[in-house]
């Protein structure tokens, strides 16, 4: 199929970006709530909705997800007439985190009953490698001609960071949730290494995992970084004086020697597209300073 024949809808926010990063943006006609970058695809059609509540606290959303999950619940949901009203030829989805956006599953059946052909494109990376390698999947599945060359310029400039890394690292310890806390897995453990961090407590190609304040007492990090999926740089700092302020973790190194920083992990860290390179050089730059 044509790229001017396309009309895509996007489910998740990584792929919106990435969409729009491949120069095939014109092309989507549906997005979901949480698409914000670019700004220009928050105008379009948004086609999901959440359970959660708007300013919900890190523990609050726990209990709801938590609450969802063990009664099948759904955490999002999707308009069913305006999917069908945008007729599109494409839809980009994911099945790699339930917490983060509508499954593949749910979506092919929600294609089946609307009778459409339309094909869905499941984007589920795994590691940062992983990541590059399904954009050019993702580029390939949509005509964007622009993705192999984008994808090697991004994987050079990975390779540049590799092969800067120092032989002494410190011992990094990155918070994806901060209450209760949750370890990286996924991409991030591959971007602290990238970064020049040594991962603790991680899980690479892995899902987050949650760990208790006694492991993260232990761990001995030598620097300590809040990176709560879907909040502000401004809200993660908050966060970050929440976990900063525990007597329990008083004998951290990292605490101890005021190495603690708060990230925005929507643009650097959680999201799966061309900014986690970025995110090195950003995790870097707090790393060593």
């Given at each position: 199929m044509s790229e001017q024949t396309q009309r895509i809808v996007s489910l998740l926010p990584s792929a919106t970006e990435i969409l729009y990063w491949l120069g095939v943006g014109d092309q989507v006609v549906g997005v979901t709530y949480e698409c914000a970058v670019p700004e220009e695809a928050a105008s379009k059609p948004h086609v999901t909705n959440t359970i959660i509540p708007e300013g919900a606290t890190p523990a609050e959303i726990d209990v709801i997800i938590g609450e969802a999950m063990a009664s099948s619940s759904q955490l999002y949901t999707l308009d069913i007439e305006l999917l069908r009203s945008l007729e599109p030829t494409i839809i980009v989805t994911q099945d790699?985190?339930?917490?983060?956006?509508?499954?593949?599953?749910?979506?092919?059946?929600?294609?089946?009953?609307?009778?459409?052909?339309?094909?869905?494109?499941?984007?589920?990376?795994?590691?940062?490698?992983?990541?590059?390698?399904?954009?050019?999947?993702?580029?390939?599945?949509?005509?964007?001609?622009?993705?192999?060359?984008?994808?090697?310029?991004?994987?050079?400039?990975?390779?540049?960071?590799?092969?800067?890394?120092?032989?002494?690292?410190?011992?990094?310890?990155?918070?994806?949730?901060?209450?209760?806390?949750?370890?990286?897995?996924?991409?991030?453990?591959?971007?602290?290494?990238?970064?020049?961090?040594?991962?603790?407590?991680?899980?690479?190609?892995?899902?987050?995992?949650?760990?208790?304040w006694d492991a993260v007492a232990a761990s001995e990090a030598d620097v300590l970084i809040v990176a709560p999926c879907g909040f502000t740089e401004e809200q993660a700092e908050e966060q970050l004086a929440q976990v900063v302020a525990r007597s329990d973790l008083a004998d951290l190194p990292a605490i101890q020697n005021g190495r603690t920083y708060a990230i925005d992990a929507d643009s650097f860290i959680v999201r799966p597209g061309p900014r986690l390179i970025d995110g090195i050089a950003e995790l870097r730059s707090l790393i060593y300073r």
């Open positions: 790699l985190c339930r917490v983060c956006a509508l499954p593949a599953g749910q979506v092919a059946e929600a294609v089946e009953m609307l009778g459409t052909d339309a094909t869905v494109v499941s984007y589920d990376p795994m590691t940062l490698d992983g990541v590059l390698d399904e954009i050019e999947v993702l580029a390939t599945a949509v005509g964007a001609t622009a993705g192999e060359r984008k994808v090697a310029e991004l994987r050079a400039t990975l390779a540049d960071h590799r092969s800067a890394i120092p032989s002494e690292r410190p011992k990094v310890l990155l918070l994806e949730w901060p209450d209760p806390p949750y370890t990286p897995g996924h991409w991030i453990p591959d971007q602290i290494a990238a970064a020049g961090g040594e991962v603790l407590l991680g899980h690479p190609g892995g899902r987050s995992s949650s760990t208790t």
